[in-house]
């Protein structure tokens, strides 16, 4: 490209920023706008054109190229710093977690009760004790009723055995009793055969 032809790309290219340099009276926010506006502001008219000083134009562009590179690395920096952050971030979330397991567990530890060497819940624990009053009630129960039913048993056979005594006796005083008149009845006929003789 020719050096007028240059100039010529810069007129249009400064042409473009004076528009923007007119709609905007305060001063501009980067150094690269305020260098523009200001080779506009110190540049000559000719024939409609404005006529731009070349040494201030390459020191436009060398500005230009230095902002470029200090916005990249900006940008690069802020980009390590977003990653530094995200880095922080997955810590955090990785120690959070850890440290709600961690509690979870502690809650578990602190809710459990150990019986027979074993954990459990408190509500298990709760569960087992009245499963374990209640199989108690049922033995008790079982054992009662038995014991009723065994002492009924044995009152009633006390009672036959009674029965049967009483029965005993009167059989043994009828037989007694059969015994002795038959030894009169044969003491008579004894007698009796004695006398006949």
């Known amino acids: 490209m020719s050096k007028k032809n240059y100039i010529f790309a810069v007129f249009i290219l400064v042409s473009v920023f004076q528009m923007n340099a007119q709609t905007d009276s305060l001063k501009t926010d ?17 024939q409609g054109y404005k006529v731009v000083d070349y040494d201030k134009l390459i020191e436009l562009r060398n500005t230009t190229r230095s902002y470029v590179t200090e916005l990249k690395e900006e940008i690069i920096v802020q980009q390590n710093t977003v990653d ?13 977690q850890s440290t709600q397991e961690d509690l979870k567990r502690v809650s578990e530890e602190k809710d459990a009760l150990m019986f027979l060497g074993m954990p459990f819940s408190k509500g298990g624990y709760k569960a087992m004790m009245w499963g374990i009053v209640a199989v108690l009630v049922v033995i008790l129960l079982i054992l009662f009723f038995r014991y009723k039913s065994s002492h009924a048993a044995t009152r009633d056979a006390k009672q036959k055995l009674k029965e049967t005594e009483k029965e005993f006796d009167a059989y043994r005083t009828k037989a007694l009793e059969k015994e002795q008149r038959l030894g009169r009845m044969l003491q008579d006929e004894r007698n009796k055969s004695g006398g006949n003789s």
């Open 30 to 46: 980067t150094p690269v706008q305020d260098e523009f506006t200001k080779l506009i502001e110190e540049s000559n008219n000719y």
């Open 84 to 96: 530094q952050q995200n880095d922080e971030i997955e810590q955090l979330k990785t120690q959070l």
